[in-house]
């Protein structure tokens, strides 16, 4: 007998969970499959960014650009020391897997010499 009012108790938490969830997708409208998707172009990009740095030997040139992808634009953030930078950042998202656009909002910001 026990077990059965343990049931409808069973029932409720579990759909209260279920609710929440779903919930939680709806207000972030983003599907698991996409947030993975935007995660691995994130990762992409950072990537690529971070082997031109090593391979130019400048290692701080992309080292303030936050990167972003939101159902697969790539949103670039922060401080470039040239506009060639900047370009080149935008070149190296466009050109990873995945990406449908590039916003480039990468400020140029001249380094002062002594």
């Known amino acids: 007998m026990r077990m059965l009012s343990l049931v409808p108790v069973l029932v409720v938490f579990v759909l209260s969970g279920v609710s929440e969830i779903m919930a939680d ?15 691995s172009i994130t990762a992409a990009v950072e990537g690529k960014l971070a082997a031109d740095n090593i391979q130019n030997m400048n290692v701080v ?14 949103i670039l953030n922060g401080m470039v020391q040239t506009s060639e930078q ?29």
């Open 25 to 39: 997708q709806a207000t972030t409208s983003k599907t698991a499959l996409e947030k993975l998707n935007d995660d």
């Open 61 to 74: 040139a992309f080292a303030g650009v936050n990167v972003q992808t939101e159902r697969g634009t790539v």
């Open 86 to 114: 900047k370009a080149r950042a935008e070149q190296l998202a466009r050109q990873v897997n995945g990406v449908n656009g590039v916003t480039n909002n990468l400020q140029v910001q001249t380094v002062k010499q002594r």
